[in-house]
């Protein structure tokens, strides 16, 4: 039998593609990859196809490209440019995200949903002709390292150059993974159309933005949208894809950072964290002195008795409000020296980008996310727009950094020894403590996560809400059955990883927090000593905290900060109302959301409330650290 070429099966391949575009599609022996190319074309009729193959001179064009198209603009230091998002454009946005759910099958009620046949009416409707003048570009990648156990193939085809540079930049490339892989790639694809765009390049018509996500054929739709998060598909987006896959399969995906935190005598210990958007996931990654490997998304299976991990991406697509030369050293390091940067929804002025909590004074006029912009200028609605997004970006390669972990790579992962899980929480948690055991910390920290809302997503701000494991937004299985999937997974351990959770955002009676943005450096290092036992704890009714003197040390020794008693009585007693009112919260969120909730939940909580009563019965309402025993466990 001769070889199949895909303009036998789609003649639109053959009749749209260069020769070349051809060529390097036809090579990829998988007739599901040429149907959805093919499908693409039909529907969206870009004028041109591209087939992005990888090569030097692919991967440069697409830079190359934004900049001719005026997606991205070059700024003054070599290798940085910015882009722009519509001012209704400046987020993921959940109302608008959702999955298609074929008939008779039901998500959780928490999750966003349409009926499929009708979402996929409606999106391939907005999607018809919309490349109508531009080209469409089509890019091969891989989630987790190339060639291992980890590696999830993924195919995208987008009409902007900046949602394919930004993939260069934040994820592996995988043109040759799918030539190895043939027919026997089971990938993601996602179509993406910025739609129609206004003078500025920018889409035009955020009213018709929709993200619809079919689970049934590992396919996301966006449509009229740039912002990354709802249109780089290997982003949150295929996380809830991948979720659904990794509970076919025996594994877990999360959305956390992870990175190696260093012991004594260069010693290297992998810690993992879940943290809501802007909680501090990229912040307690690019911990100076520390190793990254990753700030978003991670995946988890077992390994001969161990917890292997791997960063499921390459790059940071990070938060830059607040980024300054003092909390965030290496950070700003990165962002004021030559390299490949995207900057996204800054001020521009002079070829130079400005952002909120720099340190450094605004210019009083410039280019920003609303066009021309001056101190002063108001919104339709006749608010003052702010010269920066809170919401601004940078986006770069995670090899581009000095303190990028050698094990980015690595096909087998690293070992994991330690997750953390942290919120926004003003009044309850402890900045840091580690739970019991497995279980006390999957129950009493994971799936008690609770945030406030913040600026990364479109919405109110500052509402409490809980979110599970910090991954609610993208569990496309019931929620119950992925809390027991993390149960579960410890089982298959030999020595499961400690469970900590930390609270960067705890307020004292007078609204202020308790902490100093660098105090995290001092929880991951007692984290770390405490994984290789060497550090005693005080056991309290919701988990084990650090005792005073070791603070003290570590404070000197990390952060060459006096840490006083009073510091310690002010971040560590023990709030007793507010964890009850937590844990009332939680369990009803549990009865009332979660599905199939594990019994083990209200078991776990439950006792926890037990020891909260007892301790309030004893201490009453505000226990002192000190009340609570040392222990050496
Ligand atoms: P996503 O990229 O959206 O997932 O967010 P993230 O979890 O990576 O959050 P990031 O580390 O970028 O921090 C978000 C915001 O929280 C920034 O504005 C930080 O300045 C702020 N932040 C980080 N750490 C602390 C802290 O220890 N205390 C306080 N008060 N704010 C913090
Ligand atoms: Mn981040």
Redesign the pocket.
Known sequence: MGKIMPGERFPVLKKKLSPESYCALASIANPKVWAFVADCIQLCQPDETWVSTDSPEDIARSRQEAIRVKEEIPLSIPGHTVHFDGPEDQGRDREVTRYLVPKGEKLSPALNQIEREKGLKEIRELLAGSMKGRTMIVRFLTLGPKNSVFSLPCLECTDSYYVSHSLNLLYRPGYDEFRRLGSQARFFATLHSAGKLNELAVSAEPGKKRIYIDYLTDTVYSVNTQYA?NTVGLKKLALRLTIRRADQEGWLAE?M?LMAVHGPQGRKTYLAGA????????????LPGEKILG??IAYFRPIKGQCRAVNAEAG????I???NPV??PLIWKVLTNPGEIIFSNVLVKDGRPYWL?MGIEPPEDGVNFSGKWFRGKKDAQGKEIPFAH??A?YTVSLKALDNCDEALDQPEGVDLSGIIYGG?DSHAWFPCQQSFDWSHGIVAYGASLETET?F?IIGQEGIQEINLM?IQDFVSIPLGKYVRNNLEFGKKLVRPPLIFAVN??LRDEDGK?V??????HIWIKWMERRIHGEMRARRTPTGFIPCFEDLVKLFKEILKKDYTSDDYRKQFSLRVPENLAKLDRVEKFHRQEVEDAPPEIFQILQEQRKRLLEARRLYGDRVTPDSFPVVTE
């Not at 902490?515 to 995290?520: E, F, S, T, V, Y």
């Open positions: 998060g959305h950072f943290f809501p958007s802007a909680c501090g996931k990229t912040s307690t990654a690019m700030d978003d940071i697509f990070g938060i409000q607040n980024v909390d965030d909590g809170k919401n970006r926004r913040t990364a910090s960067y955002f927090f902490n100093g943005l660098r105090d995290k």
